[in-house]
């Protein structure tokens, strides 16, 4: 063959090739080898690769040749498309559908977010998640109340109490205390939230003192933050809620971060006491006994032993020896004149420190009594100030009162800043001395008279142990009733 008839040749077959390629290039039309052309789907189902997604999912905006009908458009077999709503009652899928199913533009209930609003950090958010409460879960009271209440602010409450029938001042479950009382009555007045009334937590709740079983107060504060609307009419309001053993004599709006415990300065405590427990024979120990001023100023004396810095470790419980806790400082101790209550005559003792330990206060005055009724050895006094381990006697609590919490630090910082008021007692005390007297010295006196209750601490103490083996002498005596007494006022024993 000629090098013209090889040239004419390789151009024919150039020319059908080049046909060929261009038959394969047009988009709209299939070719006669029945290959399917690259910019579209072929018949076996592969997306033509100049439209396939980078996921990998045919574009559903274009029928393939594999019959499938494209979503956008309903197709002759009677199928709706995708986007609309066919009348099958098939949703499409941008609307929420009546089976329930969220549509794929939206997270579904499955917890799979929609494609295209995927947040960064894949969650869906808070504010579209239905929420469902968990099985034996009680449901927020917030979810079920409308009612408005003002502003939350800062105040101090200041109160009074009568413990006789409360376990202390501090909230405890499953007995009855003042500040269960208290929440209740803040509750009642909508000055708390309910809910709020649950966990003191969520009040900032702070006790400027804590008491125990069957002790009183005279003059408490409790900080808290509180819905106040006017608070002349919401003490008003608070007073009606409460038991007539509780008063409110005030609420005070304070400082934002305002605690009446750490403001507290020093307190005040009283501990009313019938002259005979300072009788110094068993004779005259009895309800017709009168103190004379000699036993009076011993007991003062004595009370003295008990003023300045001391280590009071033999006074409190649960503490060990050298623990610096247990240095404390008394700034006075006073013992009034004695005064008449019915039949009986008493005496008052105050004590004025910074702060006390459980049980500090009873102590105190169980070992002066023991002191001047002679029940314990002289040097006993001076050696329970040290880290040897004595027993001292424990008066009864009834009788004992919070007096007065000093807020003087807190006075001093904001009362004359011309924003805040200061926290004291002295426009009070015409209100407060009523309640003292009527709602808790005279149940002190009334529950002494009828109960005995330092008589029957008496006959014990002539039986306690200072030291372990030391036994004081077991001289025992009978609480008397008013005609058990002989002629000349010797307590006589009751028949066993």
């Given at each position: 063959m000629s090098s013209t008839e090889l040239l004419a040749k390789?151009?024919?077959?150039?020319?059908?090739?080049?046909?060929?390629?261009?038959?394969?290039?047009?988009p709209s039309e299939k070719s006669n080898s029945d290959v399917e052309p690259i910019c579209e789907k072929s018949n076996s189902g592969v997306e033509p690769i100049s439209e396939k997604s980078n996921r990998g999912v045919e574009p559903i905006s274009e029928k393939s040749n594999s019959g499938v009908e494209p979503i956008s458009e309903k197709s002759n077999s009677g199928v709706e498309p995708i986007s609309e709503k066919s009348n099958s009652g098939v949703e499409p899928i941008s609307e929420k559908s009546n089976s329930g199913v969220e549509p794929i533009s939206e997270?579904?209930?499955?917890?799979?977010?929609?494609?295209?609003?995927?947040?960064?950090?894949?969650?869906?958010p808070i504010s579209e998640k239905p929420w469902k409460q968990d099985e034996g879960c009680e449901q927020d009271d917030r979810s079920n109340s409308n009612e408005k209440f003002p502003s939350k602010k800062r105040y101090a409450i200041l109160m009074g109490y009568c413990?006789?029938?409360?376990?202390?001042?501090?909230?405890?479950?499953?007995?009855?205390?003042?500040?269960?009382?208290?929440?209740?009555g803040l509750e009642r007045?909508?000055?708390?939230?309910?809910?709020?009334?649950?966990?003191?937590?969520?009040?900032?709740?702070?006790?400027?003192?804590?008491?125990?079983?069957?002790?009183?107060?005279?003059?408490?504060?409790v900080s808290c933050n509180l819905h106040i609307s006017e608070i002349e009419s919401d003490v008003k309001?608070?007073?009606?809620?409460?038991?007539?053993?509780?008063?409110?004599?005030?609420?005070?709006?304070?400082?934002?971060?305002?605690?009446?415990?750490?403001?507290?300065?020093?307190?005040?405590?009283?501990?009313?006491?019938?002259?005979?427990?300072?009788?110094?024979?068993?004779?005259?120990?009895?309800?017709?006994?009168?103190?004379t001023e000699d036993v009076l100023d011993t007991v003062q004396k004595t009370l003295q032993y008990f003023v300045g810095t001391k280590n009071f470790f033999n006074y409190t419980s649960g503490k060990k020896e050298?623990?610096?806790?247990?240095?404390?400082?008394?700034?006075?101790?006073?013992?009034?004149?004695?005064?008449?209550?019915?039949?009986?005559?008493?005496?008052?003792?105050?004590?004025?420190?910074?702060?006390?330990?459980?049980?500090?206060?009873?102590k105190i005055i169980g070992m002066t009594i023991a002191v001047i009724r002679n029940v314990?050895?002289?040097?006993?006094?001076?050696?329970?100030?040290?880290?040897?381990?004595?027993?001292?006697?424990?008066?009864?609590?009834?009788?004992l009162i919070l007096d007065e919490v000093k807020q003087s630090r807190y006075n001093t910082k904001f009362g004359g800043d011309g924003h805040h008021q200061s926290l004291d007692w002295d426009?009070?005390?015409?209100?407060?001395?009523?309640?003292?007297?009527?709602?808790?010295?005279?149940?002190?006196?009334?529950?002494?008279?009828?109960?005995?209750?330092?008589?029957?601490?008496?006959?014990?103490?002539?039986?306690?142990?200072?030291?372990?083996?030391?036994?004081?002498?077991?001289?025992?005596?009978?609480?008397?009733?008013?005609?058990?007494?002989?002629?000349?006022?010797?307590?006589?024993?009751?028949?066993?």
């Open positions: 390789r151009k024919t077959s150039c020319s059908e090739d080049t046909c060929k390629r261009l038959r394969l290039d047009q997270k579904s209930n499955s917890g799979v977010e929609p494609i295209g609003e995927k947040s960064n950090s894949g969650i869906e413990g006789e029938n409360y376990k202390g001042m501090m909230i405890n479950p499953g007995v009855k205390t003042i500040e269960e009382e208290l929440l209740k007045s909508k000055l708390i939230k309910p809910y709020n009334a649950k966990d003191i937590k969520k009040l900032s709740f702070q006790r400027a003192s804590r008491t125990d079983k069957g002790v009183s107060a005279a003059r408490q504060i309001t608070l007073n009606d809620s409460l038991p007539d053993d509780i008063i409110i004599y005030n609420i005070i709006r304070t400082t934002k971060s305002y605690d009446c415990h750490k403001y507290a300065s020093s307190r005040v405590y009283q501990y009313m006491c019938p002259t005979y427990a300072f009788a110094g024979t068993f004779a005259d120990t009895w309800p017709g006994y009168r103190i050298n623990d610096p806790s247990c240095s404390r400082y008394i700034r006075s101790i006073e013992c009034s004149k004695q005064f008449m209550i019915q039949d009986t005559e008493w005496v008052k003792i105050k004590l004025h420190g910074d702060s006390f330990m459980y049980h500090m206060i009873r314990t050895p002289s040097d006993y006094l001076a050696k329970s100030f040290g880290n040897e381990r004595i027993d001292v006697p424990l008066a009864p609590g009834l009788g426009q009070y005390e015409d209100l407060v001395n009523k309640f003292k007297m009527e709602k808790i010295e005279d149940v002190i006196y009334n529950t002494e008279k009828k109960a005995r209750t330092v008589l029957h601490w008496l006959d014990t103490l002539q039986k306690h142990k200072f030291y372990t083996g030391h036994v004081l002498p077991d001289i025992l005596f009978s609480t008397p009733n008013d005609d058990n007494h002989g002629e000349n006022g010797t307590m006589l024993k009751e028949n066993t």
